[in-house]
C-alpha cells in the first residue's frame, strides 16, 4: 500500500454560539491515496461538506477545526501560514462545488478565471496561460475553446458551467479534487456525462478524490472506498462492493433499503441527538440503553471495513 | 365504455410570451413552455411526469390549474370545459386543485404562524368561520402527522420535512380532489423521502385523491404513479402504465433517462459500459426542427430532421411519439 496522500485523524469541527459550543463534525478519521476515490454519504446537515471545508480553513466565521492529525503529505493542514495554503488550496487540493453559478464570477470571462489560476500557480504568461486555458476546456469537453474563454458564465448551461469549474480545478494540477455534490444541482443524463468525464480525468491523472453525495447510489459508479456519515460522524467505512453488499450499520442498511425500493421502513428525520449517545439512536430499531448514553467507538466490522454501532460490537 | 377523466387536455400550448407589436414586426417567435400536447388524468390515479429542469413539467400542472394562460387548446375537468373559466367559478374550481411546491422554506410566509398559513385558503374561499377554522386547521395537520398545537408556531421552528408537511396541510384544507405535487420531495433527505411517499399515498386512499407527481427523479416516480408521462422540450414523448414504461421503454429519450440512474450495485454498475446522452435539452426560444430530440439522438433519420413525431399508441395505454421506437 502506498503512502497516503491525506490522513486525518480525530477531526472535529467546533462552533461556539451563545449556547455554547456546538459540534457539527465529531472524530472523524480516514485517508486518502493518489488514484483512489473515496465516496463520503451523508445527508444535508451530516457534516461531510464541512469535514472537507476545514481541511482548507475554509470554515465560515466562529467555526473552529481540531485534530489530531490533519497531514497533507509531511504538512499539517490545520497550522499552515496564509501564504502556505495559497500554495495549497487550488494547487495540491481543488474543490468543486455544487452550484457552478455561485462557483464562478458572473462579471468575469470564463477564460479570464481559469487564466487567473494558472498565472497564480505557475510562472506563465498570459499568451501560455491562454493556450493552457484553451487546452483545459476541451479536456473537460467544451467544444469551440477560443469562442468560449470570451464568454461569461451566463452564457453557458449548468452541465457546460459545472465543466469550466472542473477546468479551473484542474489547472492548478492538484494531487486531490474534492467533489462537493458536483452533480446534484444537474439534470439526470448531465449528471451521467459529469460522472464520466471525473472519472476519465481520474484515470488520467491519478489524482485522489473525495467524492461529496447525498446520493448513496452514485458511489456504487466511482468510489473504491465509501464512508458513511450521519450527525457530524462516521457511521461505517468499508471497501464499495462490500458496503453495497454487506452493509453493516443500520443507517447504511435503511439508505440501501431506501435504493432497494424495499418495504424496509426508512428512517425517520434527523432528530436532535442524545448530546452523548450514538446520533442515529432515536431512529434506530436496534437501539438500546447504551446507545442513548454512549457513543459505540469504531470497530472492525464483518466485511473488512469499521463501523461504529453498539449492537455490532463485538 | 371510457375511463372517468378528471383532466382532458387537447393540444395544450403555454406561450411565454405575448404577441407584442415590436415581437410581431421583429418576426420573433413567441418561447412555447408547452406545445400541442393531449394529455388526459384519470379520476383517482397518480400520474407521474419526469423530464429534465426546463422540459415543461410543472407549465403543464400549472396550466391544468389555469395558473399559466393557454394560448391555445381546450382543457375540460370532469367533462366541463374550463379552458376561458373566468371570476366566481374559476375561484370555485380552484378550491377542488391544490399544488404543492418544491421549496418548502419558500412556500410559507416566514411571518405567519403555521395555523393562519393553513386556515388561509378556508378563509379565502370562505368555506369556515371562527371555531370551525381551529378544527379544521387541526384535523388537517393531523392528518398529516403533526400535532395540531403546532398550529400556533412559526415556520422557522419546523425543519424542512416538517414543514413540507405542513404545505400538504394546508393544501388539504379545504379538501381538494386534485393535488400536483411539483417536485415535493427534491429538497428532502433520502430518508425523508420515504416517508413523506407513504404519508402521500396514505392520504390520497383516505381522501380519494388524484395526483399529478412532478419529478426529475424517476425512482421516486416509480415508487408512487400508476402512469407516467416522460416530457422533453415542451412536449410528451412517452406515455404508459408503469411497469410498462420501466420495463419496456419506447422512446430513446425514455431509455437515456433510465439508463442514467446510478443503481446501488457496484459490481453492475462497474461491467456496464454505459454511453452518456451527449448534449443538453435545446433552449425553448430556438427549438429544432422536426423531433426536438433528433441532435442527441443516435437513431435520428431524416425524417426525424424535419417532421415532428405525433404521439401515437404502441401498445394499449402506451403512446410514444417516435418514429422508431424500441
Redesign the interface.
Known amino acids: 500500500m502506498n503512502e497516503p496522500l491525506l490522513s486525518v485523524e480525530n477531526l472535529s469541527v467546533v462552533f461556539t454560539t451563545r449556547e455554547g459550543p456546538h459540534t457539527p463534525v465529531s472524530d472523524v478519521s480516514f485517508s486518502l491515496s493518489a488514484g483512489e476515490t473515496l465516496g463520503v454519504v451523508g445527508e444535508s446537515g451530516s457534516g461531510k461538506s464541512l469535514t472537507m471545508l476545514s481541511l482548507l480553513q475554509l470554515l465560515p466565521n466562529g467555526a473552529r477545526a481540531q485534530a489530531a492529525r490533519a497531514q497533507l503529505g509531511d504538512r499539517d493542514l490545520l497550522a499552515l501560514s496564509r501564504s502556505d495554503l495559497d500554495r495549497i488550496r487550488g494547487r495540491e487540493i481543488a474543490i468543486v462545488f455544487q452550484d457552478p453559478l455561485t462557483a464562478l464570477n458572473p462579471v468575469v470571462s470564463v477564460g479570464r478565471q481559469i487564466t487567473e489560476v494558472l498565472r497564480h500557480h505557475f510562472k506563465v504568461d498570459k499568451t501560455q496561460a491562454r493556450i493552457r486555458a484553451i487546452e483545459l476546456l476541451s479536456r473537460v469537453g467544451i467544444s469551440d475553446p477560443v469562442l468560449r474563454l470570451r464568454q461569461y458564465p451566463h452564457e453557458f448551461s449548468g452541465g457546460m458551467r459545472q465543466r469550466v469549474t472542473i477546468a479551473m480545478a484542474l489547472a492548478g494540477e492538484p494531487r486531490i479534487l474534492i467533489a462537493d455534490e458536483p452533480t446534484t444541482a444537474l439534470d439526470v443524463t448531465v449528471q451521467a456525462q459529469i460522472v464520466s468525464l471525473i472519472a476519465d480525468l481520474l484515470a488520467q491523472t491519478g489524482m485522489g478524490v473525495v467524492w461529496v453525495t447525498h446520493d448513496l447510489a452514485l458511489l456504487a459508479r466511482i468510489a473504491d472506498r465509501v464512508m458513511v456519515m450521519f450527525a457530524g460522524r462516521i457511521m461505517e467505512s468499508a471497501s464499495c462492493e462490500e458496503l453495497f453488499a454487506r452493509p453493516q450499520h443500520p443507517y447504511t442498511r435503511a439508505l440501501l433499503a431506501n435504493l432497494r425500493e424495499s418495504t424496509a421502513p426508512p428512517p425517520g428525520a434527523t432528530a436532535d441527538p442524545a448530546p452523548r449517545g450514538c446520533p442515529f439512536a432515536t431512529r434506530c430499531a436496534w437501539a438500546m440503553d447504551i446507545c442513548r448514553s454512549s457513543m459505540p467507538p469504531p470497530t472492525r466490522a464483518a466485511h473488512g471495513g469499521q463501523v461504529a454501532c453498539w449492537a455490532l460490537h463485538p | 365504455m371510457s375511463v372517468n377523466l378528471m383532466f382532458e387536455g387537447r393540444q395544450l400550448t403555454v406561450s411565454f410570451e405575448r404577441p407584442s407589436l415590436l415581437n410581431r414586426l421583429s418576426g420573433r417567435a413567441p418561447v412555447l413552455g408547452l406545445r400541442a400536447v393531449d394529455v388526459t388524468v384519470r379520476t383517482g390515479e397518480t400520474l407521474g411526469l419526469v423530464g ?2 426546463g422540459s415543461g413539467k410543472s407549465t403543464l400542472a400549472r396550466a391544468l390549474l389555469r395558473i399559466n394562460r393557454l394560448s391555445s387548446g381546450a382543457l375540460l375537468f370532469q367533462g366541463k370545459e374550463i379552458t376561458t373559466l373566468e371570476g366566481a367559478p374559476l375561484r370555485a374550481l380552484r378550491r377542488r386543485l391544490q399544488m404543492i411546491f418544491q421549496d418548502p422554506f419558500g412556500a410559507l410566509n416566514p411571518r405567519i404562524s403555521v395555523g393562519r398559513a393553513i386556515a388561509e385558503p378556508l378563509v379565502v374561499h370562505d368555506l369556515a368561520r371562527g371555531r370551525e377554522i381551529v378544527e379544521r386547521v387541526a384535523a388537517s395537520l393531523e392528518m398529516v402527522g403533526l400535532p395540531a398545537r403546532f398550529a400556533a408556531r412559526m415556520p422557522h421552528e419546523f ?1 424542512g ?2 414543514r413540507q408537511r405542513i404545505c400538504i396541510a394546508r393544501a388539504l384544507c379545504c379538501r381538494p380532489e386534485f393535488i400536483a405535487c411539483d417536485e415535493v420531495l427534491s429538497a428532502l ?7 413523506m411517499l407513504e404519508l402521500l399515498a396514505q392520504l390520497k386512499t383516505q381522501l380519494g385523491l388524484t395526483y399529478l407527481f412532478i419529478s ?4 421516486v416516480v ?2 408512487i404513479s400508476d402512469r407516467v408521462a416522460v416530457m422533453y422540450l415542451g412536449r410528451i414523448v412517452e406515455l404508459a402504465p408503469t411497469p410498462e414504461l420501466y420495463a419496456h421503454p419506447a422512446h430513446p429519450y425514455t431509455s ?2 433510465l ?12 461491467a456496464r459500459r ?1 454511453a ?3 448534449g ?2 435545446p433552449s425553448p426560444a430556438h427549438p429544432p426542427p422536426g423531433c426536438a430530440f433528433h441532435e442527441r439522438c443516435a437513431r435520428a433519420s431524416a425524417r426525424c430532421r424535419s417532421e415532428q413525431p405525433p404521439l401515437t399508441d404502441i401498445a394499449p395505454g402506451h403512446q410514444v411519439a417516435c418514429f422508431h421506437p424500441n
Not at chain 2, 433527505?189 to 416517508?195: F, K, P, Y
Not at chain 2, 426529475?216 to 425512482?219: G, N, Y
Not at chain 2, 439508463?259 to 462497474?270: G, K
Request: no cysteine.
Open positions: 429534465e429542469s425543519s420535512g416538517q433527505d433520502i430518508s425523508l423521502q420515504g416517508q426529475h427523479d424517476l425512482r416509480k415508487r437515456a433517462l439508463a442514467a440512474i446510478p443503481t446501488p450495485d457496484p459490481v453492475a454498475e462497474r454505459f452518456a446522452l451527449p443538453e435539452l
